[in-house]
């Protein structure tokens, strides 16, 4: 009984003491690939460079109603991935591609928040996961596809940090940007390009958020 009441008291302190809401992001993408070779020819030769995507999905924010602290959940379609060219002509290598990959992808950030009347301004950072839900790797020179083949679960998934900041209009609007830095090593996924000893996912995102 007294951990009943004590519950209740907890619950209703957590309602009164936080302001949420939840919102629907989407956003650009901005995504590479930062891939690590051991043969020094192969690194010289072979390029990867930017590959621009989609963000879409919901965001649920809490924030404590006396301070700017608050912390966000969200739940994400995010496409990763890299275009890529080989200079060198390496035999069975795809010379000019692009790989897409799509994750549903968690991220866990700690906020702030400054308020100036209706206009605020926000900084966050946390750590994501993600899970692989397909991929592809295409030959743009051929006009062919691969699709990314998965050993096992653990080739599915990726996780990393991130942080960002953005500006906030009428409490309800959000524009905004993030950095996200991979740190699993995706690298077993790779189709029809040279084997790097590491690759991760990095991505740059410009993002508009609607809270309800």
Do not use: W
């Amino acid at each position: 009984m007294k951990c009943k009441f004590f519950g209740f008291i907890i619950m209703l302190f957590c309602v009164s003491g936080l302001y949420a809401q939840l919102g629907i992001k989407a956003g650009v993408n901005i995504a590479n690939e930062m891939n690590t070779y051991s043969i020094s020819d192969i690194k010289a030769g072979f390029n990867s460079s930017n590959l621009t995507g989609y963000q879409i999905g919901l965001v649920y924010q809490c924030n404590f109603k006396k301070t700017g602290l608050g912390f966000e959940i969200g739940a994400l379609l995010s496409q990763k991935g890299s275009t890529f060219s080989d200079s060198l002509n390496i035999s069975q290598v795809i010379k000019q591609g692009y790989r897409e990959l799509n994750y549903l992808e968690i991220p866990l950030n700690l906020r702030y928040r400054l308020k100036f009347g209706l206009i605020g301004i926000y900084g966050f950072g946390g750590i994501y996961g993600g899970y692989e839900l397909s991929g592809k790797t295409v030959d743009e020179i051929t006009n062919n596809f691969q699709n990314v083949t998965y050993p096992g679960f653990q080739n599915h998934l990726d996780y990393g940090y991130n942080f960002g900041a953005g500006i906030e209009l009428f409490k309800k609007i959000q524009l905004g940007a993030t950095f996200s830095q991979g740190l699993k090593n995706t690298s077993s996924t790779i189709v029809g390009l040279p084997m790097p000893a590491k690759t991760t996912n990095k991505v740059v995102s410009v993002n508009l958020v609607y809270l309800f």
